[in-house]
């Protein structure tokens, strides 16, 4: 059974920082182009930033020059690093992976809350 178990979200100031992983297990993660994907409250879940097995990497307008997506295929560990925090960036941040179509996986999500 394959699982995807996000942490590293919490409750942080304006201009803060949060680094996010997600562990994957029962599954080949080399293999899979991973992603983090965010969701707040009656918005439509939308892609974040995502990373390709041969790390080629593509960033949401929103957080381009803010965030940074890595993944540690040793560790089978996808991380998202934010700064510059803004009150916007609240929502639940989910990752996921995508292996051969139709495969593909979610994490329950974590919350990420930006308030002072």
């Known amino acids: 059974q394959v699982h995807l178990v996000e942490s590293g979200g919490g409750l942080v100031q304006p201009g803060g920082s949060l680094n996010l992983s997600c562990v994957v297990s029962?599954?080949?993660?080399?293999?899979?182009?991973m992603g983090w994907y965010r969701q707040a409250p009656g918005q439509q879940r939308e892609m974040v930033a995502s990373i390709s097995p041969r790390l080629n990497l593509d960033y949401a307008d929103f957080v381009r020059g803010r965030s940074t997506i890595s993944r540690d295929n040793a560790k089978s560990t996808l991380y998202l690093q934010m700064n510059s925090l803004k009150p916007e960036d609240t929502a639940v941040y989910y990752c996921h992976g995508k292996g051969v179509f139709p495969t593909e996986y979610w994490g329950q999500g974590t919350q990420v809350t930006v308030s002072s």
């Open positions: 029962g599954t080949d993660f080399v293999i899979l182009h």
